[in-house]
């Protein structure tokens, strides 16, 4: 049984040429010792999402040789698409899982972020718990003015000095490299073509204009539909079911509903229960009383739920 | 890694009195190749579930020795409950988990029912996929009269003859052994201390008398308030979630509303991520999104969900 396991969740900056994504798939492919869990690729945002586990050493090794693909197949000079970006392998995100802690994490993010900026010449960012500066630190603001404004601002603004790699930017452009908690990426599609009301519900939603805490929010047109797309930081404190009942009466105010949702990537499985637990009223307990779990507690097969 | 796995779930008719129900579970105290997973008792109902998994042979002996403490433990002319019962053991289902079919355990349920008869003297009824006639497969019908309405019947009665065991009802009464898949077993409490709008609601939602399909539902009074108890016996086509709605909706028609709800033992995990994803309007796949279901699959440390 392997003891200590580490996610990794490299976000890059292709959404449609599937078989770009797929070459930045197969760049850890035999590796031993990770495990890709799952792909999500949007063309509307022009983004992909891989979900990776594995080792640390050899998770540290995969998130350099997905960043090194990418940088090298997407050119960001020609990149256009809904979700915000700065660069190629836009963000990523170290998740610690099993038999280490998020202290652990940060040391491998920097050693890998110093590995890109020493061999890719690719400026690196730190962000969420692996960063050394508050400027840094969130995501949105690091990414202000996207990859177009961090051209001029890595060279003029001191403040926008990246942590490791050069002060200038190519077409592979800067990557943003954190270590997180579980996060629930989710969208929620509403029954309108009007980009403005997801845009005026993702304001009322988002911790940074005064709304629930613990989410990022933004409205944007996908498929031709109005969007809005969330990022849950700690579904533990704020819980997907209240989240996605907000979005239902915001949208209500502009006369709209929710369409459908979607689940960007994976989400820790405690995260769905609890919603089952809020909307059919049952004690949060309940959680504990999956046969599955008590099976695989009793077995030995279990991993522990993530917080 | 065990390959034959069985779940056991004895409803035993003693949920007031802790030290026998202590005692009961104590009988498989040390048992090897069989764990209690979970035990639930209820004083209003006065009724306790035990859920067991394990080996095939180790459950069939742990089912025998739970029966067996019981009928020795368990005085039915003495017993009042909520919740209808024809004996102390009052109903045995096994359910195939990994590794084996529901034929496989129609013969364990065969073998353990023949060893009830001859060893304890407690007339066994064979039910669900264990039936070997269709007057006795279904649950409630078996149960028709009660402890106290069957010890009449079964002398005078061909048709309520046991399948194994004496003809006549002792103070352990009779056991019902099953054969099923699984089973959630869901209680709504409503705002309300009138018990005949929890049975109206019962009513309108049971298969028995025209509500939906696979489910069963009656209503009692529970803490003294209404409840309206449910078996769902399949809810991969009957879910969780449009039942709960119907529920609310059927209180609402007589100005009452859902105070909270409980699972009774427990539940495939996937019952509760189904209610979750309907709520949330989710596509129906996002059962396989969840991050640990992915880290155990390709960990090697999985059970599949169950069906």
Known sequence: MTSHLVECVPNVSEGRRLKVVDAIGDSILGLPGVWLLDRHSDPDHNRSVFT????????????????????????????????????AADVVPFIPIEGLTRHDC??????????????????????????TRPETSDLSALRRGQYEGLRDAIQDNPARQPDTGPSRLGSAGATAIGVRGPLVAFNVWLNSDDVEIARRVARALRTSSGGLQNVKAMGVLVG?????????????????????????????????????????????????????IWYLQLPSETVQQTLEDRIQGALGRSIPLLE
């Open 52 to 87: 990776l586990v594995g080792t640390p050493s050899a998770i540290a090794e995969a998130a350099f040789r997905i960043v090194a693909s990418a940088a090298e197949q997407i050119d960001m000079t020609q990149h256009r698409g809904a979700h915000p970006r700065i660069g």
């Open 106 to 131: 940060v040391a491998l993010a920097h050693e890998v972020g110093a590995r890109i900026g020493d061999e890719l010449s690719v400026p690196v960012y730190y962000y969420g718990d692996a960063a």
């Open 224 to 276: 031709g539909r109005a969007q809005v797309s969330m990022n849950l930081t700690d579904t533990r404190r704020t819980p997907i079911a209240p989240v996605v009942e907000m979005v239902r009466r915001e949208a209500a105010r502009y006369g709209s509903s929710i369409w459908r949702s979607e689940l960007v990537g994976l989400a820790p499985r405690r995260a769905l229960l609890d919603a089952a």
